[in-house]
Structure formats: structure tokens, C-alpha cells
């Protein structure tokens, strides 16, 4: 099994920025890719990036290019989320999730391993 634990939620203005974490334990070397989602109030959970362990690569989602930049932290099993220019429609509970499943995945049911969740609020 993995665990994930998130980190790094908050309040800011809107045109600030937040740096995210989520730190995985337990059976690290199985998961294939880890990333984030999202999910504001009455709206379905949504993909937002996530980073292949082995090569670096990245997936984001359209609607968070150019202000969302993932990383990763092998040596620590820790991958980063830094989101620049925040706007109030950012307003979500940012999940932390890792799979085993190879290839681009944006589906959250191809996810296996899920953290608590942080909340991130943008005032306007």
C-alpha cells in the first residue's frame, strides 16, 4: 500500500501563490505517476497535472497551463504542486493521487492511491 499526505493549503488574494506537497510512504515503487486533482463545491473531482516517476514527464490539464508547474523529488518521494497568478475559481480541496497504471491518465478512477486532500481558498 501507499500513503499520501498533502500539504501546504490555504487562504491567499487572488494573484498569489501557493506551493503545494504530498509526500508518499509504503510501497513507493509501484506507482507509475503521481499528480493532483481538484474539486470545488458541487462540481466532479478534476485532473490537474501529474509527473511519471521514471522519466519526468508531465501532463496538465488546459485549464491550468502556464500558472500550474509540477516537480518531483525522487530521493524524497515527494512531488510538489506551485500554482502562480491564483484566481478565485482555483477555490478547491486539491487531492494528491498516485497510480500504477502507465501511459496519460486523467480519469480519477485510474488512480489507486488517494491523500486527505488540502483546501486551497482564493480570496477575490
Known amino acids: 500500500q501507499v500513503q499520501l499526505v498533502e500539504s501546504g493549503g490555504g487562504l491567499v488574494q487572488a494573484g498569489g501563490s501557493l506551493r503545494l506537497s504530498c509526500a508518499a510512504s509504503g510501497r513507493t515503487v509501484s506507482m507509475y505517476a503521481m499528480g493532483w486533482f481538484r474539486q470545488a463545491p458541487g462540481k466532479e473531482r478534476e485532473f490537474v497535472v501529474d509527473i511519471r516517476w521514471g522519466n519526468g514527464m508531465t501532463n496538465y490539464a488546459d485549464s491550468v497551463k502556464g500558472r500550474f508547474t509540477i516537480s518531483r523529488d525522487n530521493a524524497k518521494n515527494t512531488v510538489y504542486l506551485q500554482i502562480n497568478s491564483l484566481k478565485p475559481e482555483d477555490t478547491a480541496v486539491y487531492y494528491c493521487?498516485?497510480?500504477?497504471?502507465?501511459?496519460?491518465?486523467?480519469?480519477?478512477?485510474?488512480?489507486?492511491?488517494w491523500g486527505q486532500g488540502t483546501q486551497v481558498t482564493v480570496s477575490s
Open positions: 493521487a498516485g497510480r500504477q497504471r502507465w501511459g496519460i491518465r486523467t480519469d480519477p478512477g485510474d488512480f489507486d492511491y
